[in-house]
């Protein structure tokens, strides 16, 4: 066989590739038609993966505005607390000086509701050119006050007093013996206290006080923040009364409140324990935190055995307390600082099983005698370590060095204060006058101090 002779012939060559060639054409189309089938099938997943998701979204953010606008309309009922209020003017049950503005001239606005309760509607809110916080209790929510009886008081009930006939002296000592019990019948001041009351009722300021008044102005000392704002009205720790109708009241507005955390429009997304490790970081420069926190201990001293009596602070949170421009510190709420006179005459009728039981607000707590079943009336802390252990971290972050120790040092020993230690006002005193005197020394020298 020559060596240059094909290893087939021509012709069965081309069978035998023709032949080989052919089962590869059924692959060939397979994989022509397959690319474009896998992307649709791809697009197809990728689609309804998406309509997955957004369906998921939907849900989920339709709930959450469910729960949300449920919760809005049980603590936002300001429309209802206007109404019943204005339809009481219009029959002369009560008047004030913001009466005419909320229900004639419309002139005194409810804007962004600020409510933690059902019963105690805040809003903020404007009064032609000033702007504030208005207040409101509402009908058909029990309300509870301590020192009244203990049975909630329906706010139908709120308005029957004074009488028809009841003379303007009659009033005044109306007034001196409620007075007399919230803060206590040894008081030698309540006269001027009483006066104080008697000059807020007067609202159009023409000398004399009409029933519808005299109503509202009753009403209105039935609520602890109210009695504290004419108790401290010449010490600047409370934002003034603007103006009232019935039991709704405006104070005016303190600029930046809370005292510390993290602005609303974040707080609302961001989770409680996240929320707590970065609320104290929106605060002002350490010179003016600490001159906020003389402030509070400033409120303290004036609320331990003050002009009128002594105060408990029963919630000394954060959101109690606001300040202005100047640092200057403002209650913001004040429902929960209670006369120590009517809080001991109130906790002595509290029946108990433990300590536990003789708890008022968040921080008021006293011990249960066993023996009686009966709450004691001696608070376990007093004010001020309270608001020591409020002040810890918010004054301590950022402290100058050179003092830092010794102001850790007389915290954590305003801390340990306890209300049921022997000479209490001698070791309150010296606590507070250290804490004070230590700050004021780092910011006597500051343009704003």
């Not at 409680?272 to 490790?277: E, L, P, Q």
Request: aromatic share 10%; proline share 4%; with cysteine.
């Amino acid at each position: 066989m020559s060596s240059s002779a094909p290893l087939c012939p021509p012709l069965l060559c081309s069978a035998l590739c023709v032949a080989m060639a052919r089962p590869q054409l059924p692959w060939t189309f397979f994989f022509f038609f397959w690319k474009p089938f896998h992307t649709q099938a791809r697009v197809s997943y990728m689609h309804m993966k998406y309509l997955f998701f957004s369906w998921l979204v939907v849900f989920v953010g339709s709930w959450v505005v469910y729960v949300e606008y449920s919760s809005y309309t049980e603590l936002c009922r300001g429309h209802q607390c206007t109404k019943s209020m204005c339809s009481k003017y219009r029959k002369g049950v009560v008047d004030g000086s913001a009466c005419s503005s909320l229900c004639e001239k419309d002139t005194l606005y409810l804007a962004r509701c600020l409510s933690t309760q059902a019963d105690n509607q805040v809003y903020s809110g404007t009064w032609g050119d000033l702007e504030g916080l208005i207040k409101c209790q509402m009908d058909e929510a029990p309300r509870y006050d301590l020192g009244s009886d203990t049975e909630p008081r329906k706010e139908a009930a709120a308005f029957d007093k004074p009488t028809k006939g009841t003379s303007v002296e009659r009033f005044r000592e109306m007034v001196l013996t409620h007075l007399k019990a919230k803060v206590g019948g040894e008081q030698a001041n309540l006269g001027e206290l009483a006066r104080r009351a008697l000059a807020a009722a007067d609202a159009n300021r023409d000398g004399h006080i009409s029933l519808a008044e005299a109503r509202s102005s009753w009403a209105l000392l039935q609520l602890n923040e109210f009695l504290l704002a004419l108790a401290l009205q010449d010490r600047g720790h409370m934002p003034k009364v603007l103006g009232f109708c019935g039991d709704l009241y405006m104070m005016e507005k303190v600029p930046h409140a809370p005292l510390y955390g993290l602005p609303w429009v974040l707080e609302v997304w961001m989770p409680a324990g996240v929320r707590r490790s970065l609320d104290q970081w929106f605060t002002p420069a350490w010179p003016h935190r600490a001159k906020i926190s003389m402030g509070l201990l400033e409120l303290v001293e004036d609320l331990f055995h003050g002009t009128f009596g002594s105060f408990l602070m029963c919630d000394l949170s954060a959101a109690s307390f606001g300040y202005t421009k100047r640092h200057d510190l403002k209650v913001v709420d004040a429902q929960y600082v209670v006369p120590e006179a009517a809080f001991q005459e109130a906790i002595r009728q509290q029946r108990c099983d433990a300590d536990g039981d003789c708890l008022y607000g968040v921080d008021c707590l006293t011990s249960c005698d066993l023996t009686k079943h009966r709450c004691t009336t001696e608070v376990t802390k007093p004010n001020l370590a309270k608001a020591c252990h409020t002040l810890k971290d918010y004054v301590l972050r950022g402290a100058p060095p050179d003092i830092r120790q010794e102001l850790e040092k007389q915290l954590y020993a305003c801390m340990a204060l306890r209300g049921l230690a022997e000479h209490t006002e001698i070791e309150h005193s010296l606590v507070l006058n250290n804490l004070k005197t230590l700050l004021w020394k780092k910011i006597s020298h500051t343009k704003d101090s």
